[in-house]
């Protein structure tokens, strides 16, 4: 591969990232700022599961979302994120297939599951504490 193409694939894998990120940020801080988290676990518990979990996914969403973002430990993070993704899912598969459904279809959150997946395999790509890897030019190569 020369190095045009991999510099290609390394921004388009940091978009990738950090627009994972940006969602992650965006949907905690809503728990926090707009649902509140009282809120939020009164929501998980209309649809079946335990409020307290909503105090457990609000501040996940938020420091994977900064994480992803700045590129710190994004296979790990990103791997992470996928159950979180699958419970969503599980809110949404009686919904339809469109956003646009009563209560929200499933197509955006398999479509992060899926989003998830692609970056714990592609790693960080450009721009990330992660390409720093301390100096260590083999961490950096295996984007870690």
Same mark, same amino acid.
């Given at each position: 591969?020369?190095?045009?193409?991999?510099?290609?694939?390394?921004?388009?894998?940091? @978009?990738?990232?950090? /627009?994972? &990120?940006v969602?992650f940020? +965006?949907? &905690? #801080?809503?728990?926090?700022?707009?649902?509140?988290?009282? !809120?939020?676990?009164?929501?998980?518990?209309?649809?079946g599961?335990?409020?307290?979990?909503? =105090?457990?996914? +609000?501040?996940?969403?938020?420091?994977?979302?900064?994480?992803?973002?700045v !590129?710190?430990?994004?296979?790990?993070? /990103? /791997?992470?994120?996928?159950?979180l993704? #699958?419970?969503? #899912?599980?809110?949404?598969?009686?919904?339809?297939?469109?956003?646009?459904?009563?209560?929200g &279809?499933?197509? =955006?959150?398999? =479509? #992060?599951?899926?989003?998830?997946?692609?970056?714990?395999?592609?790693?960080?790509? /450009?721009?990330? @504490?992660?390409?720093?890897?301390? !100096?260590?030019?083999?961490?950096?190569?295996?984007? @870690?």
């Amino acid at each position: 591969m020369n190095t045009n193409t991999q510099t290609l694939q390394d921004y388009g894998t940091s @978009i990738l990232r950090i /627009a994972l &990120g940006v969602m992650f940020l +965006a949907h &905690g #801080l809503l728990k926090v700022l707009v649902f509140t988290l009282p !809120g939020t676990a009164g929501f998980f518990e209309s649809v079946g599961f335990p409020g307290f979990t909503a =105090y457990i996914v +609000a501040p996940a969403e938020i420091l994977a979302g900064v994480a992803l973002i700045v !590129g710190f430990r994004t296979r790990l993070v /990103a /791997a992470a994120t996928i159950p979180l993704l #699958l419970g969503a #899912l599980s809110v949404h598969t009686g919904n339809g297939w469109v956003f646009s459904a009563e209560n929200g &279809g499933w197509e =955006y959150p398999a =479509y #992060l599951v899926v989003a998830a997946f692609a970056q714990a395999l592609l790693g960080s790509g /450009a721009l990330s @504490i992660d390409r720093l890897g301390a !100096g260590n030019p083999v961490a950096a190569a295996q984007n @870690i």
